[in-house]
Each structure stands twice: as C-alpha cells, then as structure tokens.
C-alpha cells in the first residue's frame, strides 16, 4: 500500500529543535493485532504492544538489572570508544537515530562527533512524541551546538521521507544509528527489508552503527530475560494488563506465567506467555472468547543473539560492508560499522 505522507514542523522558526510528523501506511490497531495473533496457532502477540507508559518504564527497570547486561556494555563500548566511532567516517557528519527512545547512551557518540566538528545536526526516529519531545530538550540544553530534528514516525516512514531531502549545507557523510539491539527483535526478513530501506537513504561511504547483542552460553542469556526480581515477567504479563485495559479483557494475570527459552538453532532468546491451566479467556470488548490448553502459550517476542559473521553476511546483502565491529570487554555485546557500498 501506498502511504500518505503529511510533515509538520511544530517549532518558532529560528529554533534549534523542529518535530515533524510523518504517517506512513495506515498500521493494523492493537485490537486487530490480538484478535488475529491470539486466533493464530501458535498464539502470538507483536513485541511493539510491550512498551505503553508502564511498559516503557518497566523496560528502563529491565536496563537496570544486573542480568540484563546489554544496555551497560553498549554504554561501556561508547564510553571506550566514542571518539574512533564518531572519526571512522570521514567529513563532517549528520546523525540520524531509529528508535531514539531517551537517548541516553547516544549522547557519549554525539558528544564524540560535537568534539570533532564543532556541531551537529542530529535527527531522532521515534514513535514516542513525549520521549522525542523530552530527550530532545535535554540535549539541547546540554549541546548549545547541537540542532535537533525529530521525527514522530515509524522508522520507514521517516527515512523515506528524508531520502527527498538534500543533505544540509557543510555536511557531507550520514551516520545512522540502530542502537540497542533493537534490530534482534526483527525476524530476519523485516531485518533485511530496514537495513535495505537504510541503504536507500545512503550514499556509498556513508554509515550505519548497529548495536547487536552477541551469541554466548545458554544461562547467562536465560537469565537475562528471566531476571531473579520478576520485572521482564512483569514486561511480559503487562502485555495482558494492556489488553484488559484497552480491550476490555478479563484475563487473569494469576493463570499465565513468563517462559524465558533459548532456540539454539535460529539462535534466538524467546518470550511466552504461558497459560497454567486449560481455560476460555473473555475479551468482551472484541466479542472474543480465546481458549488455551494447560501449557499453551503466547510467543511474544523473540531476540536474536548474532555472531560477526551473521553480520558480515546481512551487510554484504543489503548493500553494505562491515568496516569494524567494537565490543565491551566482556565481548558480550557488539557495535558494528556498515558503509554503504
Ligand atoms: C528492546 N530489546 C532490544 C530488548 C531485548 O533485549 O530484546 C527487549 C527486551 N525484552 C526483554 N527484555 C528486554
């Protein structure tokens, strides 16, 4: 389907912040999702429904973990070498960055590319106008030498739009930022068809940082998504008090559990949602009754965990190649280096 797209700009002109608003093709609703993934077999539900107010904040608790170390060994990969990332490209850089979020860890690279060049056009994708709005001020407040442009929109979307767009005057290279990785919750071809849609917008030198989590042994992934505090089950199960509260649901939380189970072969961390007990599940504002078996489940997400190689291969597919990959010390998590061919 063709999409419809309507920019905005909602910002004094003059400002060094603009927000503009871009729709893309008219996404499925969440009561439409349910419906069709909870009367699918396998029952499934789409990770993107994770992260309403309370999820979002559950998820920065998840970052907090000692389990879950992701977040910290992208931060210590940054804190170590912000600087050769941010100078691996030559020419001065624009920023661009899918799924923003807070932004917190990319301040250490454009703190890095601001050292270098002096100033910086950074422009956050997300799908939150509030956590765009709020990173937003932060940065700006922090970087005088910083101009923001921040698109409210799903990451194809944006790019899309911005592939019109001429680069601006005294920037001659592109830095993409996909950071988190946000990419292992894609099934490997939504990962292609983004990283492709990405290489649209580039030209040959320009780049893509891609924030990956890293294979390794079974219980230290286990544990990251099955934390001793309960808070990724209480990520999960919020995904069942979403539904009692936007759908008019009447699950009870208490006869489903979170399964944390490691896929060997597709080499993917995945989350269930597990009934205890056979059972017919109201949803009366869908006019739906789903019904489980003891132990059935809901598969709510999957996390791909890569090895260099796998990105290496995904690069030389959609048009890149993998320049350098960066790792924390405990080589648990990698930053990788994509130039556009
Ligand atoms: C956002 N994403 C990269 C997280 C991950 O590790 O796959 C989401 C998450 N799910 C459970 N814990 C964290």
């Not at 977040?71 to 490209?89: K, S, Y």
């Not at 979020?101 to 799908?127: M, N, S």
């Amino acid at each position: 389907m063709l999409s419809e797209t309507v920019a905005e700009t909602a910002a004094p002109a003059g400002s060094r912040f603009q927000l503009r608003f871009e729709a893309g093709p008219q996404a499925a609703s969440f009561a439409e999702d349910v419906r069709r993934g909870l009367t699918a077999a396998p029952k499934v539900l789409q990770p993107k429904y994770f992260y309403d107010a309370l999820g979002s904040r559950l998820f920065e608790a998840i970052s907090e973990l000692p389990e879950y170390y992701l977040t910290r060994a992208e931060a210590e990969i940054f804190r170590d070498h912000a600087g050769e990332i941010a100078g691996a490209l030559d020419g001065r850089l624009r920023v661009i960055e899918l799924g923003s979020g807070d932004a917190q860890k990319t301040r250490l690279l454009l703190e890095a590319v601001i050292a270098r060049q002096g100033e910086l056009d950074y422009l956050p994708i997300d799908i939150s106008r509030s956590a765009i709005e709020q990173s937003g001020d932060r940065l700006l407040l922090a970087y005088p030498e910083l101009r923001v442009t921040a698109y409210v929109a799903e990451y194809q979307a944006a790019l899309r739009s911005l592939c019109g767009e001429p680069l601006p005057p005294g920037v001659h290279r592109t830095l993409v930022l996909f950071l988190g990785s946000t990419i292992g919750n894609l099934d490997p071809q939504e990962r292609a068809e983004l990283l492709r849609d990405v290489r649209a917008l580039l030209r040959p030198g320009d780049g893509l940082l891609l924030g990956t989590d890293l294979k390794k042994e079974e219980a230290v992934l286990l544990a990251a998504y099955d934390d001793a505090l309960g808070v990724t089950a209480a990520f999960n199960l919020n995904l069942l008090l979403r539904i009692n509260r936007e759908l008019g649901g009447e699950i009870d939380l208490a006869t489903f559990r979170h399964r944390a189970r490691y896929d060997r072969e597709r080499g993917r961390i995945e989350m269930h949602l597990e009934s205890r007990r056979e059972q017919l599940v109201p949803l009366s504002g869908l006019g739906l009754e789903v019904g489980f078996a003891a132990g059935e489940t809901i598969h709510t997400e999957s996390s791909y965990k890569f090895d260099r190689d796998q990105i290496a291969d995904l690069a030389a597919r959609t048009g890149f190649d993998l320049r350098r990959t960066w790792t924390d010390s405990g080589r648990r998590f990698g930053s990788h280096l994509l130039v556009a061919r």
